[in-house]
């Protein structure tokens, strides 16, 4: 008999490999050591493997953690201050953020929230993006989560002067300390805690960095052998920079100075037309969908289905907590298929199978770990989830002539069915229940934290009376 | 001092009364037999009632019992069966539905299943819409729900031969059956459980009924002094039929048999235009938006904004399983919100507060319950929710400069954080658990019934092999 540390018997197996969910009836799933050791028939695992614990999976399904393609999780810690207006960042924001960024305590609690909700919605691996990530990959290391990090990095002055429409002044000694910060980053962090934290480069946007500065990063993304993360076209603003500045759109000028291929991961492609969208998927470059996020901060559906046209590289994201307001694969996997079908007007796009696979299989080639995670296959990395499908919002499970999980999953999951989570072939998360970190503190501490940036937030909006959020305060709206 | 059954103590209280949110800070509500004593201050509450229990709602929020002003439980059972298709109805529901439906126990099964997930995320009235409502009604009394209660009426033959394109044919033997059987509802259960069950009328669409049916209905309202809820511009199918039988499209006919008015509440108007749904709004009819539903199944958005400009009888409803895929009014407020801002590229429309009040205090307005429920407020029916705050997703609460409690309710909230729930002054769910039903048991009956449909429906699969669905469970995509 073959030793495993785990074997999952009895369960609805998603593996995700191939083309579609991977579905085995009676299903199993071996793990030994940080590795998935075999899949497959329930009998025949049973006879293969002797193992250290066996878990009846009966009633429940089996399948890759969800991969959240793109999360800021410092800023946790302002949940809901900002959506349902327009210049989300000024008029919500930004006061905030003016006392939150300062305060690493406050960004860690935060953090860790974040994590934590995650987690409990069935989330294991997270491209965090951030300064100082330094910092916040310490709560990936505590709570057990696969982390692929970046450093925010950008050339933006400490105080920026620029007046609305003019073009940014940049800072090339504010750059060469973020990219300092970086390759601290990667010293201390690529491939740690068992390979379970990797780094990419982060240059937050094509209209925040020098020319020069983004070619280093290319050139050092060649070096370090990694992806680069980053906003592409995420607004109005950024194309009308990259215009002023170069006379040209974004995505233009990434092409020019050799950003487009598989390295690129490029989130939110908010403003970019389906062509501009095509073109960079025909050069293997990923896409991050920030379904949630971005249908509440702009009242746009990006341009995904053009991309799916031309690449499977698609990854969903949740983006950051204030303006999304939550951070739940499951809720960007429902969004995802139904604002596309209601962009669409039409109900056959953008189906359940395929959605789960942005979350899942597609995701983790599109972030650069399509050799590790993203299914359930031996030889990779052990990342799995148990979700109970005997919840009420999952039940009844109906298995012919028409299978319902899929579709369940997408359509009718809340987070809170997953009961348990294997992140690197270690239990996270049991029963419903984090085990990593007590639950109870995470969220005391952050209240503590929250309370503090309240407090000292409030001088900041005096004098924002007719903004419209403090509006919505005064007219008892909020 | 006053007596008080319950004193709810230390809250934050959305009275939802008035325009706003009604939010009270360190808030109370008392509630004394089936009904709300008082709301206010937690101090002043605290001198002036003396409760058989107080219970400390700090760290939680206290708001109405959410309304689902729309939706078939009976049909809980096919859950995902039927989804990213066109013929939604052909190729998914019906061939389970010719099973499903002659199998009343399987309906009681599926229908308490729906109601109690409905529960788990704060719903406490159902305007329930299926046949036959006499059985299905049980299942509210049973678990203590409020229902507003409908049976579906239509002048249908039993089997339909009419073939795509053509008019229906009528059985007037049929819809006097049904109708029998809407006055025996009323007879046996209008105003039954202390006024918790009310009876409404309900013709499935106006092209299902003759003019002459459909006439007896509207003066059938006026002698029970009740709501006419009906599904209204449902699909092009049913303005097909309306053009060929009337020579004019639904909203036109239904004005001239005198249906727009306050007593009508008309469900989905998928297909009607703007101008038809302001001419309904203005005429008084309420409206009730399904926004998962429309959305899954026809990729569409209602015109709900056009509603809103003339209008604020507006209430949201979660339709059937099969097609939405869940049954959660937290989902439908999210999902109403967010469509709204992509269709109207407008990140300001549909804000939280709003859409919460179209889970509450409108959408009570909208049934015909508004005098009863839908707010906080002294004399009114005790039907409230406890929220926790302190759940991941929902923290941390910051109370100024800017609130951010209603914002994350709407669009962060999974429907999971519902602690408690009172409905008619009775306690349902405590500590996350419905008192009324054991739900191990409800979930397991309803599976074992879900297996004996799904294994009849089986051979009325075959020669469907072509279908959508059929062909991804062959392609290993279900």
């Known amino acids: 008999m073959e030793k495993a540390d785990l074997l999952f ?55 890759p953690g969800l991969i959240d393609a793109h999360i800021h999780t410092g800023d946790c810690l302002i949940r809901g201050v900002s959506q ?5 960042m000024q008029h919500g924001m930004w006061p905030f953020e003016q006392v939150l960024r300062p305060d690493t305590d406050a960004l860690m609690k935060g953090s860790m929230l974040n994590i934590l909700e995650a987690v409990k919605a069935g989330t294991t691996t997270f491209c965090d993006f951030y300064a100082p990530m330094n910092e916040l990959v310490k709560n990936h290391v505590k709570i057990g989560t696969r982390a692929r990090i970046a450093q925010t990095v950008n050339e933006m002055p400490k105080v920026n002067r620029t007046k609305v429409g003019e073009l940014y002044e940049f800072d090339p000694a504010e750059g060469k300390r973020k990219m300092e910060e970086t390759l601290r980053l990667f010293r201390d ?51 009308d920079q990259m215009i002023k500045r170069y006379g040209k759109r974004t995505i233009e ?23 501009e969208t095509k073109y960079l998927a025909s050069k293997g470059a990923g896409m991050v969908l920030c379904s949630g996020s971005i249908g509440i901060i702009d009242g746009i559906v990006p341009p995904a289905a053009a991309f799916l046209e031309v690449s499977s590289r698609l990854a969903l994201g949740s983006d950051q907590a204030p303006g999304n307001n ?24 953008f189906p359940a ?12 080639k599109a972030i650069g770990l399509g050799d590790q995670i993203g299914t359930l296959e031996a030889g990779k990395k052990a990342d799995l989830i148990m979700v109970d499908m005997r919840q009420p919002a999952l039940s009844p499970v109906i298995l012919s002539p028409i299978r319902n999980i899929v579709p369940n999953l997408v359509y009718s999951a809340r987070g809170n069915e997953v009961e348990m989570s294997v992140i690197d072939g270690r239990i996270v998360m049991e029963n419903f229940k984090v085990l990593t970190v007590d639950e109870a503190s995470v969220v005391r501490e952050a209240q503590e934290a929250a309370d503090r ?17 403090m509006q919505m305060m005064a007219a008892g709206k909020l």
């Open 9 to 63: 018997i009895h369960g609805y197996v998603l593996t995700m490999a191939g083309e579609g969910v991977g579905f085995i009836n009676d299903g199993a799933v071996a793990v030994a050591g940080d590795s998935i050791a075999a899949v497959g028939d329930s009998g025949e695992l049973l006879k293969r493997f002797a193992a250290d614990r066996v878990i009846d999976a009966s009633g429940k399904v089996l399948m």
């Open 84 to 88: 349902d207006i327009r210049n989300w």
């Open 189 to 239: 962090w690529h491939g740690r805690e068992n390979g379970r934290i990797t780094c990419m480069l982060g240059p937050q946007g094509a209209d925040m960095c020098s020319r020069e500065m983004l070619e280093e990063i290319r050139q050092l993304a060649e070096e370090l052998d990694t992806s680069i993360h980053m906003h592409v076209a995420q607004g109005d603003r950024e194309i």
């Open 253 to 275: 000028f990434l092409d020019e100075i050799g950003y487009l291929n598989e390295r690129l991961i490029a989130v939110h492609l908010t403003e970019a037309t389906e062509e």
């Open 326 to 349: 939550c951070n739940n694969m499951f809720n960007e996997m429902k969004f995802t298929a139904i604002l596309n079908k209601c962009k669409a007007k039409d109900p056959t796009v």
């Open 353 to 364: 199978w395929k959605v789960l696979r942005m979350a899942t299989a597609e995701s983790a």
């Open 453 to 469: 940036i309240a407090e000292q937030a409030a001088d900041l909006f005096k004098g924002m009376e007719d903004t419209p959020l």
